[in-house]
């Protein structure tokens, strides 16, 4: 005989502490939970995997006549033991009958949700009992979590992420940092821990930068709160390069698994095979994210054979030990939390191969970082440029390793000069001189790699305008070049010594350089050298009322679109369309400079955009047209500022620039060209660049006086989901909305507002809806 607990009763535990965020895997799961019978929530150790299916079970509660049941198997070590331990959770008794026999007679007829919590270890025990159960039951619904998928047929997958943090770049204002779910946990909890913690202009950037450090991780963010009886903020910041240790101290009453965020990814590491652990340990020399083809090159051998790469990465993408993101432009890239990344190191360390792998890994990127200069003259310059975008972090590791080894000099250096097109491109000047800056004081000896370094280090000086800083490096690497006959290095020196005088506006003598440079280059057959001569000789020839200019442009136009050189390209278009704008030829100017300027955006070049969009106020300026002068000055400055430059500091683009400004400013009268110089400034780089194509945005003052009152308390909400980065999809979710529901009310903001762009929204939301939450997040 079976004695069974009463119908509609529900068997959840109370929650001890306050819920936060996951509105959306929340509102996704109950959607997956009408359309499907087995739903698994993966995600990494610590991610909040319980805590969300019990949030999920409880809201879900009144669809399920006989109740929701947890069953809770993270204790459970035997297998043998799994149905028993259903049984006991769903207060069963019964008597000389197999327990898997019993489950099934039971709830054959019965409408309710089974919360299986915990399934990592036994997966293939769990997974065939249920698909049992859900054969022989049409009324179950089977909820689980693990942190890999159960493989059970018509399985669902919903993975949980980290909380959402706050960029570090993006400069979040104070008051709107509660609206990432991350620094709501950490301030909900550090209140907790300190009566009268509140978030203020004084603890914000530490918090915000907590987060973040955690990445979002809220068994991580929560541990890190209660250090807060013994620390200050700055402290606890200071020793997150060791999370392990300091996130040593957990509830009592959790679990002994989530009681620390080292028993949690123990429990991880204990579900892995053999090589997967292993695997775990060499990727963790990797900084950011890595490609299949990274993992095959650095971790391949001593216990693992290329062969097994793929299918050992897959088992740690299944048990989320790493994450695997599919970008649009590029293979899959794989990413270890940082909590992981340290466990793993730890690993390494122990094992004796931390210096030999690291020793593979510097020497994989120095071969990409390599491959990436040679390919500046290949039609597959651009993906390239890509590609060391997604690596950067990865390059700054290799690079920081050499220049800390012994004898690892010489490899920085060959590494960060071998990034030169990968510096113009970014405009990331300033670490580019860091770098290079650290790895010649490091190795003084006289070579061949010194020599280009020093050519490379003295150009970007010259190209953020430190003409004082660059002179005496490009001397030096041109005494060095005639001394080792390296006359490729002796070119370029020439070449960029020319554009310390062409931006000293010493164009005479940086016509003269440029044409020495060019001829050198054309004689060694340096194609990349061709390309850049053509285009600086062009701009001093422009600079000097020379007529060549425009040949000189053409023949670089018509070299790189014979070699496929996209990116190039954009630069010959550039300087053909300064050569019209100094001919008069105004409406050609903006055609081929409103070209250049697409091509630059779209590779991310804001040198290249700055100048651009520089040299399309200036032919609006001519055209009188000078309010929108003075909005495209502004503009150029959110692409100036990336670069640590202004075009003041550009001897040739100066006298321009001030005559631009002057016009527009006499004929706007000063508080007008102000203001519409602010509005360009203010924009996002999209509106900056839209602006700039010919797309008006709406003013500031239309936005200030007619934006603010007219939004519905539903828009205002939608606003503040826009502004965090939502999708309409993502939107709906959230809200609990048709997408088209929430496309509408978007559409009806862009039109109230007028404005065309979601991120115009968002800089509306963050002037006008400071303090106020989107009820998603509540």
């Not at 890994?361 to 440029?385: G, S």
């Not at 600079?543 to 630069?571: F, H, I, K, N, T």
Request: glycine share 8%; net charge negative.
């Amino acid at each position: 005989m079976t004695f069974v607990a009463p119908r509609h009763e529900t068997r959840l535990p109370a929650d001890t502490t306050s819920f936060i965020g996951r509105r959306r895997e929340v509102a996704e799961a109950k959607r997956l939970l009408s359309s499907t019978r087995m739903l698994t929530l993966t995600g990494v150790g610590g991610v909040g995997k319980t805590r969300l299916g019990l949030r999920i079970a409880g809201e879900v509660e009144r669809a399920f006549p006989d109740g929701v049941w947890l069953v809770e198997l993270a204790a459970l070590t035997d297998e043998r033991l799994l149905a028993h331990t259903v049984i006991d959770a769903l207060g069963i008794r019964q008597r000389a009958r197999p327990p898997v026999e019993a489950l099934c007679d039971f709830l054959a007829d019965r409408q309710l949700l089974l919360v299986l919590d915990n399934c990592e270890h036994l997966l293939d025990a769990v997974a065939s009992l249920a698909g049992q159960l859900l054969r022989a039951a049409p009324g179950l619904r089977i909820l689980a979590t693990s942190r890999q998928p159960l493989g059970v047929q018509g399985e669902y997958i919903l993975d949980v992420p980290p909380l959402p943090v706050p960029d570090p770049e993006a400069g979040v204002p104070p008051g709107s940092l509660p609206r990432y779910d991350a620094v709501r946990l950490f301030l909900e909890r550090a209140g907790a821990m300190q009566t009268g913690f509140t978030l203020s202009d004084q603890n914000a950037q530490a918090v915000s930068r907590i987060c973040g450090r955690l990445q979002g991780i809220p068994l991580a963010i929560e541990l890190a709160a209660m250090w807060l009886r013994r620390l200050a903020l700055e402290q606890i910041l200071d020793r997150l390069d060791d999370q392990l240790h300091l996130l040593t101290r957990g509830w009592r009453a959790a679990p002994p698994r989530q009681r620390t965020l080292r028993a949690a990814i123990d429990w991880s590491y204990e579900l892995c095979s053999p090589k997967e652990q292993l695997l775990w340990a060499k990727l963790s020399v990797f900084a950011g994210s890595l490609d299949l083809e990274a993992a095959e090159e650095v971790c391949a051998g001593d216990g693992i054979d290329r062969t097994e790469m793929l299918d050992l990465i897959s088992g740690l993408v299944d048990k989320s030990i790493i994450g695997c993101v599919r970008p649009e432009d590029g293979p899959a890239r794989y990413q270890l939390l940082e909590t992981i990344r340290q466990y793993g190191r730890e690993l390494l360390a122990d094992s004796g191969q931390e210096v030999a792998l690291r020793r593979r890994h510097r020497d994989w990127y120095r071969h990409l970082a390599e491959e990436n200069e040679a390919a500046w003259t290949r039609p597959d310059q651009v993906e390239w440029l890509f590609r060391m975008a997604r690596d950067h972090s990865n390059l700054r590791a290799a690079f920081e390793f050499s220049v800390a080894e012994p004898g690892g000099a010489q490899a920085a250096l060959a590494i960060g000069s071998s990034l030169w097109p990968y510096w113009l491109a970014s405009g990331a000047f300033t670490e580019a001189r860091h770098w290079l800056g650290e790895a010649l004081a490091a190795d003084p000896q006289h070579s061949r790699v010194r020599a280009k370094a020093l050519w490379v280090a003295g150009w970007h000086a010259v190209q953020q305008g430190d003409v004082a800083g660059g002179v005496p490096l490009l001397a030096e690497c041109r005494q060095l070049a005639e001394e080792l006959g390296d006359e490729t290095a002796l070119a370029w020196a020439i070449e960029w010594s020319g554009q310390a005088a062409l931006h000293g506006s010493d164009i005479p003598r940086a016509v003269e350089l440029f044409s020495e440079a060019l001829e050198r280059h054309r004689s060694l057959g340096n194609v990349s050298g061709i390309v850049v001569g053509l285009y600086l000789l062009a701009s001093a020839t422009s600079a000097a009322g020379d007529p060549r200019s425009a040949e000189l442009g053409e023949e670089m136009l018509a070299l790189c679109r014979e070699r496929g050189l996209r990116w190039s390209s954009s630069y010959a278009l550039h300087v053909l369309g300064v050569a019209m704008f100094r001919q008069g030829n105004l409406p050609r100017a903006v055609s081929l400079v409103r070209e250049s300027t697409r091509l630059r955006h779209a590779f991310h070049d804001p040198l290249g955009t700055a100048l651009c969009i520089e040299l399309l106020a200036w032919t609006a300026g001519a055209q009188d047209r000078h309010a929108r002068a003075a909005e495209l000055l502004g503009a150029a400055r959110v692409f100036w500022r990336v670069v640590g430059t202004s075009p003041d500091k550009y001897g040739h683009l100066a006298p321009p620039h001030e005559r631009c400004e002057a016009q527009a400013r006499a004929a706007l009268g000063d508080k007008a060209f102000q203001a519409a110089v602010r509005h360009g400034e203010t924009l996002g780089p999209d509106e900056a660049v839209a602006l700039a194509l010919g797309e008006e945005a709406a003013t500031t003052a239309e936005v200030t006086t007619t934006a603010a009152p007219t939004l519905t308390p539903r828009e205002r909400e939608i606003a503040g989901l826009v502004a965090q980065g939502l999708s309409n999809r993502e939107i709906a979710a959230q809200l609990v909305i048709a997408q088209r529901t929430a496309e509408g009310h978007v559409e009806h903001i862009l039109a109230k507002l007028g404005f065309h762009s979601r991120a115009q929204i968002a800089a509306w939301a963050a002037e006008h809806l400071e303090g106020e939450r989107p009820r998603g997040h509540q």
